[in-house]
């Protein structure tokens, strides 16, 4: 209620119509239009006050309003006015900076897409983003947002992804390449094929992340209310031992002025606010300044491997040819055949054939022994594509020992397959997981900002886990770990006194109740993270690992600058009101004192805005 814009006014209004009636002679004219302002103000102020009462709180409203009555009784009406246009102007003051704070959460909400183009046949309809299904073809326009998560059909499309990453440049997605919905096209139209329900989209999450952002409060807010639980009684006790040691009321009256820092005590959550915007310019969903100050406070980093640390992605390193078949050769068999597998190495099989422009075949008689290899036939040849051990077993023999002629080694996330043709060794193809960008300083960056252990969990091997945190600087291993294990590791980790305030960082599903039981969960965007980012309390959108060690330090800078305002802010609050309790702040430059303490603490605050 005391946001309300047209407050400020009146009571800017009636002091300005007070003072002019004033230096005409009319002097009891003056008091009334100034008594007026104040009225105006008090009205909502009690009201405002008397719901928080009733819900148990005490806030410095009450302190304005004491301040405001006890002005109007004791006949100093300018004072009571230039005290309703502090309330009423901080309030606005605040809105408009909690606004400005928000700015960067609520675009984001506000350019969700709303309606697709859909193909029916050879013509389009519109359509709401809600009734698209998966398999659906749609038309993105140039300027238009991507509507859902789907599968670029067209040769390329240019993609404008700044508002979930950060990055300013556009990025070029080629054919079968996946865009994520609530990216911009900023190229020519393209055509995308569904491969989400809008619901379950990358964007879609994110807003949802957003919303709950707004609802939440940082422990420092709500303690900062508590203050004023204890700020009343204290103004009123300095109120009442200048007004007893004088004998002069309004000695009182001026302790209580400049004892009505309301726009102060908000200067904490504006902090918050204004850092969860800072992080979303970043690419960096926090939900809500409650998890920012955890951050802030952050002391252990708990890191997983797989998409975390690295890409998730296996790429082509290198293909390793034994016998008369050329490199591309076997890899078109090997992709032919592991188009029909389920293994997580056969999707970057085939899409490395089709970087390379490899027509494909459809194998016939296939077979796979799930995690170990496939068999089948491709253009009248036998093809199997597996381990070593697997092949042996399937009737190549000697093919440890003349893969191990080639030992590339397995270490840093490395794996090799086995490629055999009609029962023959034909290759052995290298593929590497390669560390996401920003994680060989990521470790460094986090003891930097005061964290004291940076540790590895990861499901791998010991000897892959121990490659990877050796290249990424980082000293602690826990390999071969289950989601349970996973569990456990957190678990320990929070139950020692000294490494309070356990951060988890994971993508995929098997993290996610790892990020539900750390104090803070963060969530890297990738294919796994739809179900873990639902369970974490900050997912990052950009595809870089240092956001994990700036999503940690703008936790520190929202946490300082929320403490810095609230501690400096009533510190001159309490020096104001000890000079207004020996007699020298006069109650309406105690006022105007105070309109400036309150500015100034907000302006600060949203410093946390800035990097």
């Not at 969700?112 to 998966?134: K, M, N, T």
């Not at 969990?457 to 290249?471: F, K, N, P, S």
């Amino acid at each position: 209620m005391l946001r309300d814009r047209g407050l400020p006014v009146v009571a800017l209004g009636s002091i300005v119509a007070g003072g002019a009636l004033w230096l005409s002679g009319h002097e009891n004219s003056a008091d009334i239009a100034w008594a007026v302002g104040a009225v105006a103000v008090l009205v909502p102020l009690v009201i405002s006050t008397a719901r928080a009462l009733l819900r148990g709180d005490v806030g410095v409203d009450a302190i304005a309003l004491v301040a405001i009555v006890w002005a109007l009784a004791l006949g100093e009406f300018l004072a009571g006015a230039i005290v309703a246009l502090m309330m009423s102007g901080g309030a606005a003051l605040e809105a408009w900076a909690d606004g400005r704070a928000r700015r960067e959460l609520r675009l984001l909400v506000e350019r969700a897409p709303r309606i697709a183009h859909r193909y029916v046949g050879e013509s389009l309809e519109e359509v709401q983003v809600e009734d698209l299904l998966v398999g659906d073809l749609v038309s993105v326009r140039a300027g238009e947002i991507v509507p859902a998560d789907g599968t670029v059909t067209s040769r390329e499309a240019v993609l404008d992804e700044s508002a979930l990453t950060g990055e300013a440049l556009p990025v070029t997605i080629t054919s079968h390449g996946q865009a994520r919905s609530g990216t911009a096209n900023a190229g020519d139209t393209f055509d995308l094929r569904i491969t989400a329900p809008a619901a379950q989209s990358a964007y879609a999450a994110i807003v949802r992340l957003v919303r709950s952002a707004e609802v939440d409060r940082a422990q420092f807010t709500r303690l900062a209310d508590r203050y004023a639980a204890y700020f009343l009684p204290f103004s009123l006790a300095v109120a009442g031992l200048a007004w007893l040691a004088s004998g002069d009321p309004t000695r009182g009256l001026a302790v209580m002025v400049v004892a009505t820092p309301c726009p102060l005590i908000l200067a904490a959550p504006i902090a918050f606010v204004a850092g969860l915007s800072r992080a979303a310019r970043a690419g960096i969903i926090v939900k809500g300044g409650g998890v920012l100050e955890r951050l802030g406070t952050a002391r252990t980093v708990l890191l997983d491997k797989t998409g975390t640390l690295t890409l998730g992605e296996p790429k082509l390193e290198e293909i390793i040819v034994y016998g008369k078949l050329s490199a591309d050769h076997v890899l078109r068999l090997a992709a032919s055949i592991d188009q029909m597998s389920t293994h997580v190495l056969a999707e970057s099989l085939v899409s490395a054939a089709a970087a390379r422009e490899l027509a494909l075949s459809i194998p016939t008689g296939v077979s796979e022994d799930a995690g170990r290899g496939i068999v089948g036939t491709i253009d009248g040849s036998t093809v199997a594509v597996g381990s070593s051990g697997w092949l042996e077993s399937n009737g190549y023999i000697g093919v440890r020992e003349r893969a191990r002629e080639h030992d590339t080694g397995e270490g840093a996330g490395r794996a090799k397959i086995l490629v055999g043709v009609d029962g023959a060794l034909a290759a052995v193809i290298v593929m590497g997981d390669r560390l996401r960008p920003g994680a060989h300083t990521l470790a460094r960056e986090l003891q930097s900002l005061g964290v004291t252990t940076v540790a590895l969990v990861t499901g791998d091997r010991a000897e892959i886990a121990e490659e990877v945190a050796r290249t990424a600087g980082i000293e602690h291993v826990y390999s071969e770990q289950t989601p349970e294990g996973k569990l456990d590791v957190v678990r320990a980790t929070r139950d020692r006194e000294e490494m309070r305030n356990v951060v988890m960082v994971g993508d995929g599903i098997n993290d996610a109740p790892a990020l539900a039981l750390a104090d803070v969960g963060i969530a890297i965007a990738g294919k796994g993270a739809t179900i873990s980012s639902e369970t974490a309390d900050v997912v990052i959108t950009v595809d870089n690992a240092n956001r994990v060690a700036l999503s940690i330090g703008i936790g520190q800078r929202s946490l300082h600058i929320a403490r810095q305002s609230v501690g400096y802010g009533l510190g001159l609050s309490v020096a104001a009101m000890l000079f207004a309790a020996f007699g020298y702040l006069p109650p309406v430059w105690g006022a105007l004192f105070q309109e400036v303490i309150d500015v100034a603490v907000i302006l600060n605050a949203l410093r946390a805005l800035r990097a």
